[in-house]
């Protein structure tokens, strides 16, 4: 399966995400569902301790190599390591991308990017996809303004063969929209972890 495939439904969660219900369990249920690709992001209010998160860590990233589906680490360089997981998503804050090719020349390498001004500023040379967001209103960061659906399109225009995973405020019921501005795939958080019926929303997605 391409890259581009592989983003399609692309899972994002930590155990803050995650309620009373066990992270394994909402993860084996969505791989059940139909999820394409999963990222590990312990991160914010509730999130675990360093020695918790790697034990975690470790559970999630074996039901994915289980279930052949690649398991990306937000971040975190030391837990790519450590983990030896398939991949790592950065921010523009994060390591400087170019550093982390350098680090990692054969892991998927993923870029958020969310506007001319941080695409300009952007190694693409050294990355496999870009998650471009916050397309809609969310409560993960809500501090960061919406892009939209026009830089999805603004974003495909500019690089028609560029990987695009659209993120932020994303359901069930906008992500058709999403994927028709241009993105390859649609990533979401609360979307799947708080969901009631997983298979449903995974299926919708």
Not at 96 to 115: A, E, Q, T
Not at 140 to 162: C, N
């Amino acid at each position: 399966m391409t890259l581009k495939k592989r983003l399609r439904k692309y899972f994002i969660m930590g155990s803050q995400d995650c309620g009373k219900r066990k992270p394994e369990d909402i993860l084996r249920e969505a791989i059940r569902s139909g999820i394409t690709i999963f990222q590990y992001r312990e991160k914010g209010e509730g999130s675990l301790s360093e020695k918790d998160q790697l034990e975690l860590g470790q559970r999630l990233r074996n039901i994915c190599s289980e279930h052949h589906i690649p398991f990306i680490v937000n971040d975190n360089l030391t837990l790519v390591k450590q983990l030896d997981a398939d991949g790592v998503h950065v921010g523009q804050n994060d390591t400087p991308v170019s550093i982390v090719r350098d680090m990692f020349p054969d892991k998927i390498i993923g870029l958020s990017i969310s506007n001319k001004v941080e695409l300009e500023q952007s190694s693409l040379e050294h990355v496999n996809y870009v998650g471009a967001g916050p397309v809609f209103q969310t409560m993960t960061k809500p501090d960061k303004k919406p892009v939209g659906l026009e830089w999805i399109k603004t974003l495909r225009d500019l690089h028609p063969k560029l990987p695009i995973v659209g993120i932020g405020g994303i359901t069930s019921h906008n992500a058709g929209q999403v994927l028709e501005a241009g993105a390859d795939g649609v990533a979401v958080i609360s979307a799947i972890a708080q969901a009631r019926d997983i298979h449903s929303i995974v299926n919708k997605l």
